[in-house]
């Protein structure tokens, strides 16, 4: 087996192990950049956004750094997080 198809090999195992590794390493390729983030969207009561929106701005906070925070220790909490 050469280089080149211990490589090929390699590279379709990676892709179907880790498909998102693999599909992020491809957009980089593509783009130059690096997305290590992913959108979300959440329905949430509409007194609670707003007076979130307003925490955040008021404290100069990233609302959703500090969402992503509430997650890690949610998780945390329960053991089942492991960065």
Do not use: W
């Not at 390729?29 to 949430?44: A, P, S």
């Not at 956004?49 to 992503?68: P, Q, T, W």
């Amino acid at each position: 087996m050469t280089p080149s198809d211990e490589f090929q090999r390699l590279a379709k195992a990676i892709a179907l192990r880790d498909k998102p590794v693999f599909d992020a390493l491809l957009e980089f390729e593509k783009t130059g950049r690096l997305q290590t983030k992913q959108r979300l969207n959440f329905t949430i009561d509409k007194k609670v956004a707003a007076d979130f929106r307003k925490h955040c701005k008021k404290l100069g906070y990233n609302m959703s750094a500090k969402v992503e925070e509430s997650m890690r220790k949610v998780m945390e909490t329960n053991d089942s997080y492991k960065k």
